[in-house]
C-alpha cells in the first residue's frame, strides 16, 4: 500500500508539472486497461485533456484513491467492490460496459490434458491462484471454489497451489512463462495479443462462475465531471462495445 500511495503521489506532482492540459486520473483494474487506454486516446483527443490510467488490484486502487481523495473515474473487475464501499461516498453514477467471466487457464495446447476444476487439487499438476484480498480475479475464484465443492475444498485448492498471485497479470506471466499448468483468470486476457500464443482456456460452467459486470464510476472528488462522464458514455456506447468486443470482453 506505501508503494502505491508513493507511485500516485508522484504520479500527481509529474502530471500537475508537465501539463496545463485537464489531466483526469482513471484507476482500472489491471484486466480492463487495453480497451480503456484505446478509449482514452479518443477522450483526449476530443477534449484536449490528459487520461492517466492507473492500473491494479481492485482493492488497491480503491485504498489508493481513498486515501488520497484525488482522481476522476474507477473500474474494478468486479461489482463487490463497488457494493461494499459506497458507504464511503466516494463513488458516484455508474455506467455498464459489459462483462467478464472467469475460466481455467491452462498452457498452449493443454499437454496436461487438463479437464475441470479437480485438476486444481490434483498434486500432479501446479497451480497459481490469485489471492482472494487482493485483486478481483481471486476473490472471484473463491466464490468459484466455495460454489464448486465448498470450504474445504477452497482452503486445499490455496495449500497446493505453488504460487499465490496479486492480480491477472502475475497469473498470465506465471502461465507464459510455463512456471505453472494451470490458473483461473478472467476469460477476455486469454485473447491479448501477449497471451494467446500462450494460453489456451477452458471454460467453467456458469452456476460456478457466474457473468461479472463491469462498471465505471465517477469519483465524488472529480475535477473534471464533464469529461469524465463522456468517457463514461463512450464506454457505454456502441462504439465503446466494439472496443471491448476486440479485447475478448463481452
Known amino acids: ?9 508522484l504520479t500527481f506532482t509529474t502530471l500537475s508539472l508537465a501539463s496545463t492540459k485537464p489531466v483526469l486520473l482513471f484507476y482500472c483494474g489491471i484486466t480492463m486497461v487495453k480497451p480503456m487506454v484505446e478509449m482514452a486516446k479518443i477522450i483526449e483527443k476530443k477534449h484536449d485533456c490528459v487520461i492517466k490510467i492507473i492500473q491494479g488490484g ?3 486502487l480503491y485504498e489508493s484513491l481513498s486515501y488520497s481523495k484525488k ?3 474507477y473500474l474494478p473487475g468486479s461489482t463487490s467492490y463497488i457494493k461494499s464501499n459506497l458507504k464511503d461516498g466516494y463513488l458516484l453514477e455508474n455506467r455498464y460496459i459489459g462483462f467478464n467471466k472467469a475460466a481455467i487457464f491452462v498452457q498452449k495446447g493443454n499437454p496436461k490434458n487438463i479437464k475441470n476444476l479437480d485438476s486444481v487439487i490434483d498434486e500432479n499438476i501446479n497451480t497459481i491462484l490469485c489471492n482472494p484480498k487482493s485483486g478481483s480475479i481471486g476473490r472471484m475464484t473463491k466464490k468459484i471454489f466455495f460454489k464448486y465443492k465448498g ?14 498471485g496479486t492480480d491477472s497479470r502475475n497469473l498470465n506471466i506465471a502461465l ?5 499448468d494451470l490458473s483461473i483468470n478472467w476469460r477476455a486476457t486469454a485473447f491479448w495479443s501477449e497471451n494467446g500464443k500462450y494460453i ?12 461479472k459486470k463491469l ?17 463514461m458514455n463512450l464506454a457505454a456506447s ?6 471491448m468486443k476486440k479485447y475478448g470482453f463481452r
Open 238 to 243: 456502441k462504439e465503446g462495445e466494439k472496443i
Open 215 to 231: 462498471l465505471i464510476n465517477l469519483l465524488s472528488f472529480s475535477k473534471h465531471p464533464t469529461i469524465a462522464k463522456d468517457y
Open 176 to 180: 507464459r512463462d510455463k512456471k505453472v
Open 151 to 164: 470450504e474445504e475444498y477452497f482452503e486445499e485448492a490455496y495449500d497446493l497451489a505453488v504460487q499465490i
Open 1 to 9: 500500500m506505501k508503494k502505491i500511495i508513493s507511485i500516485l503521489l
Open 200 to 211: 489456451d482456456i477452458i471454460e467453467i460452467d456458469q452456476k460456478y462462475a457466474p457473468r
Open 58 to 60: 481492485s482493492k488497491d
Open 71 to 73: 482522481g476522476d473515474l
